[in-house]
């Protein structure tokens, strides 16, 4: 049998080769792995124990790519492979280079880990700052050394887009700014908190606060400034309504507190007037309050109106206004409101100012509605006031004064001025005759109808200015002033007269229904008391009562009534 004589030479060189190729995956310093063109793995080092693990397992396509396409194109082929692992794994950059004429191919890796996580760490950074800078602030802007804006968030500012700021100066947009002010985007220093006024791209005022820093190049020099703005626009308009809320309710507070602490309910209106048209800053202010007729009856006025009128048809225009409105009238601008009570009007309250003071304010407008539904609240107290006094002061079945009035309140008033002027006076007491026979046989309605007749004819035969009353029962008084005494007699006898017209309303024929009169005479220079000029007044009328009623007696002069009174007392 023959022996190969070429096997040992063969068998040297698949050694040799081996040797080579340990050596060359040896020498490397990173992980290598020997392959052959199939992907079978002929050697690797300590460091490519992984790739070698997953070349023998089949676990990895993306480095049997590679290596079909360096076996291809006989050049080096490179890739990425991702290896599992904790903390996120591993990232190996993968090299695939032809060696030993072809017959073999050396895969290389080298770890990019760190570099990766580097990268994506840095991306996360720079994502997580931007977010942080639009979530703190409306927009990030830079400007350049020629003073322009070279950068501006993407979404724009001001409801301007990024393309119409960039190359724009910041100047152009700032509002109010003196001219030895420093522009806070070309600053030198940092700055926090900076408000400014910015021009919107609708033309509207912005607030805007800012924040940002100077940049230098390593020479010093300047080469422009980062920053933030924040929109505060909306925040500074409801700080402002609130200060402006505030301010009108400390002016209403004074308003209110200052014709509430007057005592007197007539000074109330007047109170008011004058300090409603003192918070507005107007030239004056007038109060009406409404009559049952539902007119509008000038109540206090402050300030003077120059003589204007407002005519009936504003006044029921505004009475029918849901709010304050204003007027335009005889040179004035006036603002008015309606007051009420109870969803019932009650009253108005108007100001004015000079046609050529400008317009009303909305805070105006506002307090002054603030106002009248205090004063339509004041109105209906003075109201409830009046009608207390009137029922106070007056006889509930004839409406006329009653003796409490008449004697505590009107003729000791009366009597004062008459002092002052001189002038004579006379008292009239009035007692009905048989009025109790009329109650017995008609019924104390039918007596009712008697004294309302008594009353009625009293009211005709007075004058504007003269007082009459109930004295009580079916006692009548009536106060005439600047009267002699012809006059006074003359008087008397027309109201003896007319008394025999109720002579329909008698209980009897024989006690016919009919007026008893005593009349005294006040001069101021006698010095006489309210009292005795009462009991004058009185005693003639029971003179009358005594002597057969139906008639008249004139009291006697206050000497001679003082001596037969003292006689009286003598005996």
């Known amino acids: 049998m023959s022996k190969d004589k070429s096997a040992k030479p063969r068998k040297a060189n698949e050694d040799a080769g081996a040797a080579a190729a340990e050596t060359l995956v040896t020498g490397c310093p990173g992980p290598a792995v020997l392959v052959r063109p199939d992907g079978g793995v002929i050697a690797a080092n300590a460091r490519g124990a992984a790739v070698r693990a997953l070349l023998q397992r089949g676990d990895s396509p993306e480095i049997a790519a590679l290596i079909a396409t360096a076996v291809a194109g006989q050049s080096v082929a490179n890739g990425t492979l991702s290896l599992p692992g904790a903390g996120g794994g591993a990232v190996q950059e993968i090299t695939v280079v032809p060696v030993l004429s072809g017959s073999s191919l050396l895969v290389l890796a080298r770890d990019l880990t760190l570099g990766h996580y580097v990268r994506d760490a840095l991306v996360e950074s720079r994502q997580r700052y931007k977010d942080l800078v639009e979530a703190s602030s409306d927009f990030a802007w830079e400007v350049g050394a020629d003073g322009t804006f070279v950068f501006v968030s ?273 008292l009239f007491y009035v007692d009905l005759d048989n009025f109790k026979q009329v109650n017995d046989a008609h019924g104390h309605q039918r007596g009712d109808e008697a004294l309302l007749a008594v009353r009625d004819m009293l009211i005709k035969h007075s004058r504007p200015g003269d007082v009459i009353a109930r004295h009580g029962g079916d006692e009548f008084a009536m106060w005439i002033e600047g009267i002699t005494e012809k006059v006074a007699v003359k008087r008397a006898r027309t109201l003896i007269a007319a008394g025999r017209e109720l002579a329909h309303f008698s209980g009897s024929q024989k006690h016919p229904l009919g007026l008893s009169v005593g009349v005294a005479l006040y001069n101021p220079e006698d010095g006489e008391s309210l009292d005795d000029l009462v009991a004058r007044a009185d005693a003639a009328m029971y003179t009358v009562k005594r002597s057969g009623k139906s008639d008249f007696e004139m009291a006697p002069h206050p000497t001679k009534a003082a001596e037969g009174r003292a006689a009286g007392r003598d005996r």
């Open 154 to 426: 993407p979404r724009g500012a001001l409801g301007y887009s990024t393309a119409d700021l960039v190359g724009r100066r910041p100047a152009e947009l700032i509002l109010d700014t003196a001219s030895d002010a420093p522009v806070p985007f070309t600053t030198e220093s940092p700055l926090e908190e900076v408000e400014i006024w910015m021009r919107h791209a609708d033309g509207t005022q912005a607030c805007v606060i800012l924040a940002c820093i100077p940049l230098f190049d390593d020479n010093g020099r300047w080469r422009g400034a980062r920053g933030v703005c924040r929109d505060a626009t909306e925040a500074r308009a409801l700080e402002d309504a609130l200060a402006r809320a505030r301010y009108r309710e400390q002016l209403l507070g004074h308003v209110v507190s200052t014709f509430r602490d007057e005592v007197e309910p007539r000074n109330m209106l007047s109170a008011a007037a004058a300090a409603t048209a003192r918070a507005l800053k107007a030239e004056g202010c007038r109060i009406y309050r409404r009559a049952p007729s539902e007119t509008f009856d000038v109540a206090a006025e402050y300030g003077d109106a120059d003589g204007f009128k407002v005519s009936k048809s504003f006044l029921t225009r505004l009475a029918g206004a849901p709010g304050t409105i204003d007027h335009e009238t005889a040179r004035k601008r006036l603002l008015a409101a309606a007051t009420r009570y109870q969803d019932t009007v009650n009253g108005a309250v108007m100001l004015w100012n000079a046609e050529e003071g400008g317009d009303w304010k909305d805070d105006d407008y506002i307090l002054l509605g603030d106002v009248a539904s205090h004063l339509g609240v004041a109105n209906a107290q003075i109201d409830k006031h009046e009608k207390i006094v009137r029922l106070s002061r007056t006889d509930p079945l004839t409406e006329l004064l009653n003796r409490r009035a008449l004697l505590e309140d009107e003729l000791p008033r009366r009597l004062k001025r008459l002092k002052r002027g001189g002038r004579h006076s006379a």
